[in-house]
Antibody
Framework: QLQLQESGPGLVKPSETLSLTCTVSGGSISSSSYYYWGWIRQPPGKGLEWVGT???????YYNPSLKSRVTISVDTSKNQFSLKVSSVTAADTAVYYCARQRIGTLAGTFFFWGQGTLVTVSS | DIQMTQSPSSLSASVGDRVTITCRAS??????LAWYQQQSGKVPKVLIYAASTLQSGVPSRFSGSGSGTDFTLTISSLQPEDVATYYCQKYNNAQWTFGQGTKVEIK
């Protein structure tokens, strides 16, 4: 049974870097070429925003509105992928979800989601 | 960037009503569109992918249609458990974008 679990600090100070890790269990990040691994965020009471996506090879795709501040990486030996958002402000306060995306004709649909983790940016 | 416009932003309907939510892309995205349901406090889940394919386990009262720039999510007979926010999501050129969401309530 595939599981995705986000982890990281729940509170980050303004101007610092937000760091989250998604641990994948019940399946290997590198075992299949059919999947991307993505991050989505949702500010409290607002809609969903795609942050970025990574392939097991390390190829990344970022939301243009966040690209200058976002880095996504993968560690296949630990079966994890990670998100860093630099120079955070209160606008980065959100529930952050990691998800598995099916590629090919399914166009990266987000079929499998973690439970999400709330990150608050505050001093 | 391709913009997604979802409407309405909210709606209220009676149990048993037919409900329609639309999503419009600013450019042709073929059938690269999915629909998600997010119940209050829960993780989003995919209802429809590739514009019209029903995800396994999703009730058949949900259906999707459209191609190109105009897409529709239909709930044929609204049920109390369908109270949720619904999002469309497009794919184009390794970019994924969600619509603004439609909040569905029971009248």
């Amino acid at each position: 049974q595939l599981q995705l679990q986000e982890s990281g600090p729940g509170l980050v100070k303004p101007s610092e870097t937000l760091s989250l890790t998604c641990t994948v269990s019940g399946g290997s990040i590198s075992s299949s070429s059919y999947y991307y691994w993505g991050w989505i965020r949702q500010p409290p009471g607002k809609g969903l925003e795609w942050v970025g996506t990574i392939y097991y090879s390390g190829t990344t795709y970022y939301n243009p509105s966040l690209k200058s501040r976002v880095t996504i990486s993968v560690d296949t030996s630990k079966n994890q992928f990670s998100l860093k958002v630099s120079s955070v402000t209160a606008a980065d306060t959100a529930v952050y979800y990691c998800a598995r995306q099916r590629i090919g004709t399914l166009a990266g649909t987000f079929f499998f989601w973690g439970q999400g983790t709330l990150v608050t940016v505050s001093s | 960037d391709i913009q997604m416009t979802q409407s309405p932003s909210s709606l209220s309907a009676s149990v048993g009503d037919r409900v329609t939510i639309t999503c419009r892309a600013s450019q042709d995205i073929s059938n690269y569109l999915a629909w998600y349901q997010q119940q209050s406090g829960k993780v989003p889940k995919v209802l429809i992918y590739a514009a019209s394919t029903l995800q396994s386990g999703v009730p058949s009262r949900f259906s999707g249609s459209g191609s190109g720039t105009d897409f529709t999510l239909t709930i044929s007979s609204l049920q109390p458990e369908d109270v949720a926010t619904y999002y469309c999501q497009k794919y184009n050129n390794a970019q994924w974008t969600f619509g603004q969401g439609t909040k569905v309530e029971i009248k």
